[in-house]
């Protein structure tokens, strides 16, 4: 495949499908590449209760699936691609991928963000054999067993609440002593009767031959550490990561400005260090990392990368 | 596509001769549902050495946990009913896939 699109969006979360309504309604030949699933991180959300104006009892994927029917109402195509490098600089930008070239006059960047992982022993042996990063995905397996959750902000204590619909009992284990959540959320938390809580402590291994059995927990103020084990009965416990995200930022290390945790530095444009390179939603350099302002740098990365092809392919 | 539950799943992967490629999924979960179309197409590309099939691990959670499968989606690869091979999370795609089947072919 080779041909030269007006916009090419990397990326199909909320961000990049924002983009793409915003580049196609302005009537710019529109493509959003997306790596394997689209909809993004918002995908494994059960509820989402704070975007203004959504449809009633608003899910991630019932959210993404009418942001996909918008887009493609004004035209934006959108292809399965994984794209293994760029060429930025040029006037023409340059998108090598597994399915071929794709050239484009302007790219918006809405790479998004993963999750963090513990990086203790055992958590890369045993995920997908305990060790768990979505609630949604994995939280029935634990039905009636115990469940462990790291994390303090607003998506350990909603996926551990999740969980609670399961699972018998919920240890959230958090390395401050107050949590960052939404007070809100903290308060519904504190509530829920299969909830526990352990403060001022974090991971050090992982136990399991095959399936997580146990975990080892350091006090960090007394330096104590602690063993908790899956209940004999069981044989079986539950870990679920939920400590914050890292960016997908791969291609673009060495390329572009961010900053020290690697995120993509912009101006209140959208515009990264190179003209006609913008940026859009997790991937960027920001303070608030939510669908609400992901949808928001997508609008305006769009409106921006529109306003630059007319000034710089202009006849 | 054959689907697998706790009825045939003796007969039709732990007793049968050859490849048997299991797509463990749940209903609850997204990224078992982005895989399906990729699942769906390998097992056309390769109908007659490895025989593919999808189990619903919120039917059967059991028997999925018997097979040590907790998180999803879960790929496995049984040959003559023994486990070889398997493709977690990030690895259940289509890349990880063909690999595991191109490495027991």
Redo the contacts between chains.
């Keep these: 495949m080779e041909s030269l699109y007006d916009v090419v969006i990397i990326g199909a979360g909320p961000a990049g499908l924002s983009a793409g309504l915003y580049a196609a309604r302005a009537k710019m030949s529109t493509l959003i590449l997306e790596r394997?699933?689209?909809?993004g991180q918002i995908?494994?959300t059960?509820e989402v209760a704070n975007y203004p104006g959504s449809i009633e009892d608003a899910t991630?994927?019932s959210l993404v699936a009418r942001m996909v029917e918008q887009c493609e109402s004004f035209g934006a195509k959108r292809k399965k691609a994984n794209v293994t490098a760029m060429e930025l600089n040029g006037k023409i930008k340059k998108i090598h991928t597994d399915q071929g070239l794709i050239e484009a006059k302007s790219v918006i960047l809405a790479l998004g963000a993963s999750p963090r992982k513990l990086g203790v022993p055992g958590e890369n042996e045993l995920?997908?054999?305990?060790?768990?990063y979505?609630a949604?995905?994995?939280?029935?397996?634990f039905?009636d067993l115990e469940v462990i959750v790291f994390g303090g902000g607003d998506t350990a204590l909603e996926e551990g609440m999740f969980i609670t619909k399961f699972a018998r009992k919920v240890t959230v284990v958090h390395r401050r002593d107050t949590f960052r959540a939404a007070k809100s959320i903290v308060e519904k938390a504190m509530k829920n009767p299969k909830m526990d809580f352990i403060y001022n402590s974090g991971p050090k291994e992982i136990l399991g031959d095959?399936?997580?059995q146990g975990v080892v927990i350091e006090n960090f103020e007394t330096g104590e550490t602690t063993t908790i084990n899956a209940n004999p009965d069981d044989g079986?416990m539950?870990i679920f990561v939920f400590i914050g995200y890292l960016p997908e930022n791969e291609l673009i290390k060495d390329v572009l400005k961010t900053d020290k945790q690697g995120y993509i530095l912009t101006d209140e444009n959208m515009l990264t260090d190179i003209p006609g390179v913008f940026a859009a939603g997790d991937i960027r350099s920001k303070s608030l990392r939510q669908v609400v302002t992901a949808v928001s740098d997508g609008a305006i990365a769009a409106v921006q990368a529109e306003k630059y092809v007319d000034a710089t392919f202009e006849e | 596509m054959l689907e697998f539950n706790k009825e045939n799943f003796q007969e039709e992967v732990l007793d049968a001769k050859g490849l048997v490629l299991v797509d463990y999924w749940g209903e609850g979960c997204e990224p078992c549902r982005a895989l399906m179309p990729t699942f769906d197409e390998l097992a056309t590309e390769y109908e007659g050495r490895v025989k593919f099939g999808k189990l619903n691990t919120t039917q059967d959670r059991r028997l999925a946990l018997s097979q040590r499968v907790l998180g999803l989606p879960t790929i496995v690869l049984y040959k003559d009913g023994s486990r070889v091979g398997e493709c977690i999370k990030d690895n259940a795609s289509r890349e990880g896939i063909v690999s595991l089947l191109e490495m027991n072919l």
């Design positions: 394997d699933k689209t909809g995908s494994g059960e991630g994927p995920t997908g054999k305990g060790v768990s979505c949604t995905c994995d939280a029935e397996f039905t095959g399936i997580v079986i539950g």
